[in-house]
């Protein structure tokens, strides 16, 4: 099993915040792209993770997607239709999470 602490020391500081290490995600990367440390690895229910995803072409608080030389938005091309993020094990067998996303006016 690998501990909270264990897990800090690898760019975290175990209570759901960042360290101040400039290469703590890269060193968390390398940590996590071990199969061996990610299946001894146990999260705890008490403890607030948090994640980002991040995609160059996604301007999301503008819901456009810039390719360049190319730019549309989003809302054009789904409309009322929700939009799926799932999460998935690297091989595809396993689906850890579904969040569905609804494109509203504010």
Known sequence: MVS????AGVGGN????SSNSSNSDSERKR?????KNRQRAV???????QFEAFNPFLQ????RIGIPGLTFDVR???GEQP????V??????CVCFVVELRMVEC
């Open 4 to 7: 909270r602490d264990a897990i």
């Open 14 to 17: 175990g209570s759901g915040g």
């Open 31 to 35: 940590f996590f792209g071990q199969a």
């Open 43 to 49: 999260l705890a229910s008490e403890a607030v993770y």
């Open 60 to 63: 999301a608080n503008e819901l």
């Open 76 to 78: 054009s091309i789904v």
């Open 83 to 86: 939009m799926v993020l799932s």
């Open 88 to 93: 998935r094990s690297r091989d595809g067998s």
